[in-house]
């Protein structure tokens, strides 16, 4: 079955600067890449996914990138502010609506 | 709000006792999952439904679990006998699989600690 690795499990990032999260994956067939924002107390909230069939894909302040060839992912968030300290998760799956396989999550705390 | 609702938030149970929670997925989304998430992990997979067939179980889905959606709407889950090792949160989430829409939603989830 699918296994996703992430990368850093901490990070930590004076407000401003940049943060980026890293996954990596097994299974070739996987072509849907979420990433979702977890707060404490409260279930995982979707900010941005990206497709195989697309290489990097941008939403304000937060972009992703796909390298299928090398199976890996990565979350970029520029200009960091404190809210935007969570856990990140980043997952696939080999389609949109089937089960998701998770990584195991980076806790990224912006510091004021 | 018309996010996806679970209930109850909290539930705290002796160890052998069965428990159920229950789920309410976005209104007319035909995809409902249970995903269960331990301390510092991600939520791991356990079960998924299409309207009412229940399509993939995880290995992870013990004989002691069990999981419904009867007419397609909310879904319960089962635990049956409970262990400490069921000490957990159990996340449910809804998608509307039409076309390329297919964004799966989470709810807050139900934190089970079992004594």
């Known amino acids: 079955g699918e296994n996703v690795e992430q990368h850093p499990s901490t990070l930590s990032v004076q407000e401003g600067d940049s943060a980026v999260i890293k996954c990596t994956y097994s299974?070739?067939?996987?072509?849907?890449f979420p990433w979702y924002k977890q707060e404490l107390g409260k279930g995982p909230q979707l900010i941005i996914d990206?497709?195989?069939?697309?290489g990097e894909k941008k939403d304000q302040r937060i972009a992703v990138t796909l390298n299928k060839t090398a199976k890996h992912f990565s979350l970029h968030i520029t200009e960091t502010q404190p809210e935007d300290s969570a856990v990140y998760f980043c997952?696939?799956?080999?389609?949109?609506?089937?089960?998701?396989?998770f990584g195991g999550g980076t806790r990224v705390l912006v510091k004021p | 709000d018309t996010g996806v609702s679970q209930n109850p938030r909290h539930k705290i149970t002796k160890r052998g006792q069965n428990v159920t929670f229950r789920c309410d997925p976005i209104?007319?989304?035909?995809?409902l999952y249970w995903y269960r998430q331990t301390l510092g992990q991600g939520p791991e997979f356990l079960t998924y439904f299409q309207n009412e067939a229940q399509l993939e179980k995880s290995r992870l889905l013990s004989d002691r679990f069990s999981a419904e959606r009867p007419k397609g709407s909310f879904s319960t889950l089962e635990i049956q006998r409970t262990e400490q090792g069921d000490s957990a949160m159990y996340l449910c989430?809804?998608?509307?699989?039409?076309?390329?829409?297919?964004?799966?939603?989470f709810g807050p989830g139900t934190r089970l600690t079992v004594l």
């Open positions: 989430a809804s998608s509307l699989v039409l076309g390329r829409t297919d964004t799966q939603y």
């Open positions: 990206i497709r195989s069939n697309v």
């Open positions: 299974d070739s067939a996987s072509n849907y």
């Open positions: 209104s007319e989304h035909n995809r």
């Open positions: 997952a696939a799956s080999q389609a949109a609506g089937n089960k998701l396989t």
